[in-house]
């Protein structure tokens, strides 16, 4: 399928990971695509990709969906609406790579982590792992799955995306027997900064999925390819 993208990363052995990046409105593949390079050295088997919007927005930027107009109320039907091209993407991607679910991370940043959220609450177990930036979801989530780990960084002093909305997530995943974690960046507003990438390569470095525990209390055991993750 045709779509703007930028590889941060392609290996040369089959990759053992999938890495795809989502930008906020008004921005590109290419610049999200210096996000990616925190990840390469960290994971050298993984194919990094970032993946730019449906639709031009400004002069050089890209978008998922207009946030013209944009209200609580007609949100979630504008993200419904291009959800099935977002899933289409990163199936496309997983077929390109021949990495599973259980072995593809989406990160994104503003609307590029809002459609990440947004896409595993509509294809639950699409992906094993989410890192939102500075992201929300439209409307919370009402179920939830250990299937994917959610990882929440969010700047303290956020006025574009309020912190409260990534409290709120995390509340909502947490009483919905889901699994996710939040990380805070004091002082920082709508932004990445080194924290906030720290925050995420330790997450996907160290943070034991909660499934692995069930799967042991239950007497069961890890299949091999999902040892094949980002630990």
Not at 30 to 37: D, E, F, K, T, Y
Not at 150 to 177: K, M, N, P
Not at 202 to 224: I, M, Q
């Amino acid at each position: 399928m045709k779509h703007d993208h930028f590889v941060v990363q392609s290996p040369d052995k089959p990759a053992k990971q999938l890495l795809l990046l989502f930008h906020g409105v008004g921005d590109n593949a290419v610049n999200m695509g210096q996000i990616g390079s925190w990840f390469a050295p960290v994971f050298p088997e993984a194919l990094i990709v970032s993946i730019g919007g449906v639709e031009p927005c400004g002069p050089n930027g890209r978008q998922w969906f207009s946030v013209q107009g944009v209200t609580e109320e007609n949100r979630q039907a504008r993200i419904d609406a291009i959800m099935p091209t977002f899933i289409e993407v990163v199936r496309y991607w997983q077929q390109q790579s021949g990495v599973g679910a259980d072995a593809t991370a989406l990160i994104g940043f503003s609307q590029g982590s809002i459609m990440s959220l947004e896409s595993v609450k509509a294809h639950p177990g699409l992906v094993s792992r989410v890192i939102a930036f500075n992201g929300r979801f439209a409307t919370l989530p009402t179920s939830a799955t250990t299937q994917t780990t959610i990882h929440l960084i969010h700047g303290g002093e956020d006025r574009v995306i309020e912190l409260s909305y990534a409290v709120d997530a995390q509340e909502a995943l947490i009483r919905e027997g889901g699994d996710v974690t939040l990380d805070i960046v004091d002082d920082l507003g709508h932004a990445i900064d080194d924290r906030s990438m720290q925050f995420a390569l330790d997450r996907l470095r160290y943070t034991v999925p909660k499934h692995y525990f069930d799967e042991a209390l239950s007497g069961g055991k890890p299949d091999n390819d999902d040892i094949v993750e980002f630990m």
